[in-house]
């Protein structure tokens, strides 16, 4: 086998033929080299490091601000020019002055470093000053100035520094002053100054690395920081570990995070200047620990380098792909993740080659793929409305770089029908498309197929999948990926992403890739779609609590109301009893009746809102009660057409008929006003089966309802409108054409009959209120109740016991007329006390259910106690539910509606006295 002519060696084959001879000499120089290095490096560590580093900063400092600083101020302070200044006669003054200040203008020019060179008189006052602009004209007053201070005290020629601080420029400089001895007194002539910038030395200490990363600190002595590590850098504030006394060798201090060194540097032994601290955390560190470990490698390329010059055929195969894969991999590190290896070479190489590249393309998409995620998420925190989330998130993912996708797509949920895919949001499709494609069928088209498949359609052009088309439409290909729950596993909807031309399905991960995107994005949907059931719940429990409260109120008003029309109804009938029906006022007494009935109806629409505000409710067939309001209310309204769709064979509902009647009558009323010009009128029942997979929890919360629909074509409503019709005395009407109490008692009066109620509305689209009522497996009875007019009378002792007094004079006085014997009580304690004292006596109790501080039900259970053969007839404003229905349960043998007659009142004590 000859090695000059093979092209297809494999390199462990190219390096046994070629390098054998020199195998061992290089086995020998590496492991020299190396282990020469490891031991070097390993003998080094952290601490020398840093006090090494600290040591250079030291000799900057020293040699180029003290040395220098205090070299220039010792010779400037010698200068001929400022003793002939401070010897000088006052006549001489000013032209020594200005000598002395071009002498200063001439150190400024020559001295980058230097900012401001002035002089101090011994007074203090501030004589001459010079800028790199000329000559300054603000003179200060020192007297009181900490630093001129201390070099009046000192002696001639001692040097005293201030702190570093930032001047009106913005640079950081500070004041070196020295002592003057006037030659004619021998004592203090005054101060010189130079202010001296510091920003050059920070910039010095800006430069200094130390394990690859700048961690210097610069503190005042009083631990205020002047400068820190730059913003790139892991930074760990060292400030709260650093001792107040004056550091002068280099401190090591260590933690569990970081290795702090630090040092206190002085321009005077006895005045700290400023406050160096090394901070390196451990992260750097061993950062820089693995150095050892990259020096390893490049010396072990540079061995593979110098043997490939010496073996010439083998440089093309070996150096150069290794070297350009070094280079990408440095590349890679560094955030380049476009790094890609070209050169092309054979077998193991390129393995390795190919592996490198795949590798770099992987981290790539990853990254993109993870800001993408980040993107998304912070799209959710900044809409809440799904739709707005769901339009921004496909240009997103429409513009991810590394997909062979077009920045054309689309986002489809199932939404209404679970066999239907409806289009949320979409970005650079046609027109024709959009209206083709604004809902999708399950298995119908690439999406359809998704969504019913659960799995990624692909398509590279235009097939017979491509179900619909249009005139025109030109060539594409598709992902088409499902959405699906994580939590569930239900489709919830289909991304559609549209290929770039030519494109083809290229990898596995790409479509592992468009799944896991398509999971974000079903997270995404599953906590948008909570977050909006969490606000509609709240939305609806407002509402609840807002109706509970007026419904309380309404109870209370109609309550005493009913008490009120007791009294009235009483009298009447009274007065009715003792005239004949020839009496000129007895038509006044019949019409006076008449409207006690027509207040007891009010009454009824009050009790609408209240808790138990239902009356008497019996089976009902809804079909029939339906039929006969629309037929009466179209009599009143020839303009408007109503049409009828019932189902055969409905459920029987028990409600109260006049409640209900009152509820369709309200709702025509509302639609023939939101159709001035005459319209339809649209009626539909259904039997309506709980399905609790495809409902929100908590909806409903029986098995069975009857649905009734009320639909009209009138001019609707938005969205605002909607979440307030409810609401008591919320009107759109204008003022003297209604007060908005019309739908709030139907929402009150559909509550009360456990039922739910929605409506469904756009502008100039009408209107269409959804009412459910829970279906009964109670037969259907006639409603019709035929009462004798005969008064019957006794002559037995009853006690009546109400805390109204209205009520309890006019029913008294009832009973007498009837030929009874009467006791009274306005408190549930007076009546125990009564019946225990006339307990032989008493045949029967008329017996209030609302009582203050002991109620109706508790004062027939302690009657109950005392006679369990008791007779009660329990007398009440509110329906024979609820409170009075559970009594009624316990034994009582009667129950009659407030307001009523004396013709009812004294059939209802006969019947109970004849049991």
């Not at 409902?695 to 098995?703: L, P, Q, V």
């Not at 307990?839 to 501080?853: F, S, T």
């Amino acid at each position: 086998m000859r090695i000059g002519k093979a092209t297809d060696f494999s390199i462990f084959q190219r390096l046994l033929f070629t390098s054998l001879v020199i195998l061992i000499l290089v086995i020998a120089f590496v492991t020299g080299i190396l282990y020469s290095f490891s031991s070097r490096y390993l003998r080094n560590n952290a601490t020398e490091i840093l006090v090494g580093q600290f040591d250079s900063i030291q000799k900057k400092f020293q040699h180029e601000l003290v040395e220098k600083i205090s070299s220039d101020l010792r010779l400037a302070s010698k200068s001929p020019s400022l003793d002939n200044y401070l010897t000088s006669s006052p006549p001489e003054k000013e032209i020594n002055s200005r000598i002395l200040e071009q002498y200063f203008t001439d150190i400024i020019m020559n001295i980058d470093n230097y900012v401001r060179v002035y002089f101090v008189d011994y007074r203090g006052r501030e004589k001459i000053k010079v800028s790199k602009a000329g000559r300054c004209r603000d003179y200060r007053d020192f007297n009181g100035d900490e630093l001129f201070a201390r070099i009046e005290n000192g002696g001639s020629g001692e040097i005293h520094v201030g702190l570093p601080h930032l001047d009106q420029e913005g640079q950081y400089v500070f004041s070196a002053g020295i002592y003057k001895t006037d030659l004619d007194t021998g004592e203090f002539g005054g101060a010189l100054f130079f202010d001296c910038k510091f920003d050059d030395f920070l910039e010095f200490l800006d430069k200094t690395a130390l394990f690859g990363s700048n961690s210097v600190w610069v503190f005042t002595p009083e631990g205020k920081v002047l400068k820190k590590p730059g913003a790139d850098n892991t930074i760990f504030d060292p400030g709260s570990y650093l001792g107040k006394e004056p550091q002068r060798e280099p401190r090591l201090l260590k933690n569990k995070d970081s290795i702090i060194i630090y040092e206190d540097l002085f321009f005077r032994s006895d005045e700290p200047f400023i406050r160096l601290a090394l901070s390196v955390p451990h992260a750097i560190f061993l950062k820089d620990i693995k150095l050892m470990f990259e020096l390893i490698t490049a010396i072990s390329l540079f061995t593979i380098i110098l043997t490939s010059i010496i073996i010439y055929h083998l440089s093309k195969s070996i150096s150069r792909p290794i070297m350009e894969l070094a280079q990408a991999t440095t590349r890679v590190a560094t955030g380049d993740y476009d790094a890609r290896v070209k050169v092309k070479t054979s077998r193991e190489v390129r393995m390795l080659v190919d592996s490198f590249n795949q590798m770099s393309e992987d981290i790539q998409r990853n990254n993109q793929f993870k800001n993408l995620i980040n993107r998304l998420l912070k799209i959710t925190l900044r809409y809440s409305s799904l739709d707005k989330i769901l339009e921004y998130s496909i240009v997103e993912i429409t513009s991810l770089p590394w997909l062979e996708v077009d920045n054309k797509g689309a986002i489809f949920l199932l939404e209404g029908s679970p066999e239907t895919l409806v289009l949320k949001a979409e970005r650079n499709l046609d027109k024709a498309l959009i209206a083709m494609c604004t809902k999708v069928p399950l298995g119908v088209c690439l999406c359809g197929v998704a969504a019913q498949t659960r799995e990624i359609m692909f398509s590279d052009k235009l097939d017979k999948r491509h179900e619909r088309r249009y005139a025109g439409m030109e060539d594409h290909g598709h992902y088409c990926v499902p959405i699906i729950s994580a939590a569930n596993k239900k489709v919830l909807g289909v991304l559609n992403l549209y290929l770039k031309e030519n494109a083809f399905q290229t990898r596995k991960e790409e479509a592992s890739t468009l799944l896991a995107m398509a999971g974000v994005l079903a997270n995404i949907i599953e906590r948008q779609r909570s977050e909006e059931e969490k606000k509609n719940l709240e939305q609806r429990f407002q509402q609840a609590q807002k109706m509970e409260a007026i419904g309380t109120l309404a109870g209370g008003i109609a309550h005493d109301f009913n008490n009120l029309l007791m009294s009235i109804q009483g009298y009447a009938s009274l007065m009715l009893m003792e005239i004949d029906s020839g009496h000129p006022f007895y038509e006044r007494l019949k019409q006076i009746e008449k409207n006690i009935y027509s207040g007891a109806e009010l009454t009824s629409q009050l009790l609408g809102f209240a808790r138990g505000g239902k009356y008497e409710t019996i089976p009902t067939d809804l079909n029939d009660l339906l039929e006969k309001s629309a037929r009466m209310f179209g009599r009143t309204k020839k303009e408007i057409t109503i049409r009828t769709n019932f189902q055969a064979g409905l459920w029987t509902v028990e409600i109260d008929r006049s409640q209900i009647e009152q509820v369709l009558l309200n709702l025509f009323v509302n639609a023939s006003q939101a159709m001035p010009e005459g319209g339809e009128i649209y009626l539909e029942t259904s039997n309506f089966k709980v399905d609790k997979r495809k409902t929100r929890k908590g909806e409903f919360r029986a098995d069975k309802y009857v649905k009734f629909l009320v639909a009209d074509t009138g001019i609707g409503m938005d969205l605002a409108t909607q979440e307030k019709i409810f609401d008591p005395f919320f009107t759109t009407k204008d003022k003297g054409h209604g007060t908005g109490l019309g739908l709030a008692s139907v929402y009150g009066i559909i509550k009360n009959h456990g039922g739910y109620i929605n409506v469904n509305s756009e502008p100039g689209k009408g209107a269409i209120f959804n009412i459910y009522l829970p279906a009964s497996d109670k037969s259907i009875r006639s409603t019709d109740i035929i009462l004798s007019d005969e008064l019957l009378t006794g002559s037995e002792t009853i006690l009546v016991v109400d805390d109204e007094e209205l009520v309890v004079d006019v029913v008294t006085t009832m009973l007498e007329s009837l030929g009874y014997h009467v006791l009274t009580a306005l408190s549930g304690e007076e009546a125990l006390v009564l019946y225990k004292k006339y307990q032989d006596e008493i045949k029967l109790v008329i017996l209030d259910m609302i009582m203050p501080r002991m109620s109706g039900g508790e004062i027939f259970n302690r009657l109950k106690a005392t006679n369990p053969q008791i007779k009660v007839l329990l007398a009440s404003g509110y329906a024979i539910n609820g409170q009075a229905e559970e009594i009624m349960k316990r034994g009582c043998q009667g129950f009659i509606q407030k307001p009523f007659t004396l013709n009812k009142l004294s059939q209802k004590i006969k019947n109970i006295l004849s049991l």
